[in-house]
Structure formats: C-alpha cells, structure tokens
C-alpha cells in the first residue's frame, strides 16, 4: 500500500484548508485510514481516524467541531477538512492506513507527508 498525502500549505489563522491522501495498492478500500501530525519539537500525534466503510469516525479533542475526516472509496482518497484553523494546528500532516482496527496508534502504512502551516 502506498499513500500520498498533498494539500498543506501556509495559511492565516481562521482560515481552511483541504488535506488529500492518494490510496494505492492491493485492497486498500478495505483499509481503516487515519490522519496524525507532528508539529516541530514535538513528538506525533493522533488526528483522526475513519473505518474502512466510512461508518466509524475518532477524532481528538483537539480538532472537534473544526477538522473533518473523509472518504472517496470510488477514489481511494482520504480527507481532512481542516477550518478554524490555529496557529497550533501547524505540524507535518501524516496520512496512514491499516488492515485491522483497534486503537489510535499501531499503524501498518505511513505517507511522506504535507506541511501545514498556520499564520497567527
């Protein structure tokens, strides 16, 4: 399996932005997928997190009523719309995936990726 994460970029505080990961591989659609960021000096952190079936979704208290996670299991891709964007939302964004549930850590695939970056 193999995941491109795209979408970061630098924006002001309040503002949004739209995280895309591209899904390749043998029965990825089956895969539960997650996003979790890692802002500098800091160690990785949990984010979000969706079943495969779209029907199961966890995020962190910290991104409540502001970040949303998707699924196109059409396009093998997942989203996370991010709004009400703050300063400490900035961080390296990870996407990730797994043929299993359980808990928020332990995961089997890992993107390269995409830096957000939030202007206060």
């Known amino acids: 399996v193999q995941l491109q994460a795209s979408g970061g970029g630098l924006v002001q505080a309040g503002g949004s932005l739209r995280l895309s990961c591209a899904a390749s591989?043998?029965?990825?659609?089956?895969?539960?997928m997650g996003w979790f960021r890692q802002a500098p000096g800091k160690e990785r952190e949990f984010v979000a997190r969706i079943s495969w079936s779209g029907g199961s979704i966890d995020l962190a208290d910290s991104v409540k009523g502001r970040f949303t996670i998707s699924r196109d299991g059409a396009e093998n891709t997942l989203y996370l719309q991010m709004n009400s964007l703050k300063a400490e939302d900035t961080a390296v964004y990870y996407c990730?995936?797994?043929?299993?549930?359980?808990?928020?850590?332990?995961?089997?695939?890992w993107g390269q990726g995409t830096l957000v970056t939030v202007s206060s």
């Open positions: 990730a995936a797994r043929g299993w549930g359980g808990t928020r850590n332990e995961w089997q695939y």
């Open positions: 591989g043998r029965a990825v659609s089956n895969y539960n």
